[in-house]
């Protein structure tokens, strides 16, 4: 099965969580403030603080929130504090205000919160599907155990080696075993709620989904307007592609329509030069805000049949063919190098909708010591 992707913050793969920064799968992201740059030089000098202490400040086990009843508890809610201060943050201070209104501190504890409250969700989403380990998620993990310990300790590390570093970046191993169990669930998740590849979903479904999300496919013929190596034509050359481009318009609506898609395929297979031709030669299928913006809005002006003017972009000249969507049109999604069918991507998009609409209606209550007054940020960097 291919790797899922989960457009949320709680989608850090514990590895990238583990190395603080690096490409393991779709990672956890700070979304900064409007108008705030979290990498920014301080405006105040260098701050240093004693982590250790800091953690201490509270018992591991002491209930910072709950999430729709679960605890939240303090080395959960510290780690993620911790995390992304030494992520984007590091030598600032918590008290620094970083947009007028709000500090560091603060910022990064709505961040810590919305980490919790994303992984607590999912893993109750989880057992709400009935969703278990199977013998192959078991082995994922082991697997996972093995990559994280060569990685961090080396090849002779053992798990209580990896338990010892963890403990340096304040993870512990209930919280390390719950990531790990929590993110290889939601592929398994997948797979009961919609089967392999979206096999589960009927036709009507994927459909509905995708028209919902404004997916169009779209035949193209490109007369290119740069070389290979991306260097511009000379005018001349351009305006060849140009007349071309027009002279094949023409022929195409001198047909009768019934014939304008085979005509169109020779035409294609003769002029264009795009190079994703070969690995999609029945279209593009995508969402919005994929293609360039000349070519969209060419596109979704377009019903499923009809052709397009000359439309011009950077890329050079297009001749635009809409198609009607089937399941099986083949989507590149973001993050993955191959291209899925329109039944996995509307999969994943319920998926997803699932999810984000549970973290949406979750009930969080901050507990007496942590609630807003509660002066403990303040007691923290004391």
């Not at 969580?17 to 393991?24: K, N, Q, T």
């Not at 795009?274 to 805000?289: H, I, N, Q, R, S």
């Not at 019903?303 to 001749?319: K, L």
Request: with cysteine; net charge negative; hydrophobic share 40%.
């Amino acid at each position: 099965m291919k790797k899922l992707l989960i457009p949320c913050l709680c989608a850090a793969l514990l590895l990238s969580a583990l190395a603080g920064c690096g490409e393991a799968g779709t990672q956890a992201t700070l979304e900064p403030l409007p108008g705030v740059s979290a990498s920014a030089a301080p405006e105040s000098p260098a701050a240093e603080y004693d982590w250790d202490a800091l953690r201490e400040t509270y018992g591991d086990d002491t209930v910072v929130l709950t999430v729709n009843g679960d605890e939240v508890r303090w080395d959960e809610f510290f780690y993620w504090f911790h995390t992304d201060y030494d992520r984007y943050f590091s030598g600032r201070s918590l008290d620094e205000s970083i947009d007028g209104e709000t500090t560091v501190g603060e910022y990064l504890a709505m961040n810590a919160a919305s980490y919790c409250v994303q992984y607590h969700v999912l893993a109750q989403l989880e057992e709400e599907k009935g969703i278990e380990l199977t013998a192959e998620d078991e082995e994922i993990i082991a697997e996972a155990q093995r990559s994280d310990i060569e990685e961090q300790i080396g090849e002779d590390g053992t798990l209580e080696d990896l338990y010892e570093y963890l403990d340096t970046i304040y993870i512990t191993p209930e919280l390390y075993d719950f990531m790990t169990r929590t993110m290889t669930l939601y592929p398994r998740m997948f797979i009961v709620l919609y089967g392999e590849e979206g096999a589960k979903l009927s036709d009507e479904e994927t459909l509905e989904t995708a028209e919902r999300y404004g997916f169009m496919t779209v035949k193209h013929i490109l007369f290119g307007t740069v070389d290979e190596n991306g260097e511009s034509l000379s005018e001349g050359e351009k305006e060849a592609q140009k007349n071309l481009a027009q002279d094949s318009l023409n022929e195409l609506l001198a047909v009768p329509e019934a014939e304008r898609e085979a005509l169109f395929d020779e035409l294609m297979e003769k002029y264009s030069t795009d190079p994703g031709l070969e690995a999609y030669p029945e279209g593009y299928c995508f969402a919005p805000g994929t293609m360039v913006t000349e070519f969209e809005s060419a596109a979704s002006a377009l019903s499923p049949g009809g052709i397009s003017s000359v439309v011009e972009s950077a890329n050079g000249y297009h001749i635009l063919l809409r198609k009607s969507l089937t399941p099986e049109d083949s989507v590149l999604l973001s993050g993955l190098t191959e291209p899925v069918t329109l039944r996995y991507a509307a999969a994943e998009i319920l998926l997803n909708e699932l999810y984000t609409g549970a973290v949406a209606d979750a009930e969080v209550a901050y507990t007496e010591d942590f609630a807003e007054g509660s002066g403990w940020l303040e007691r923290l960097t004391a």
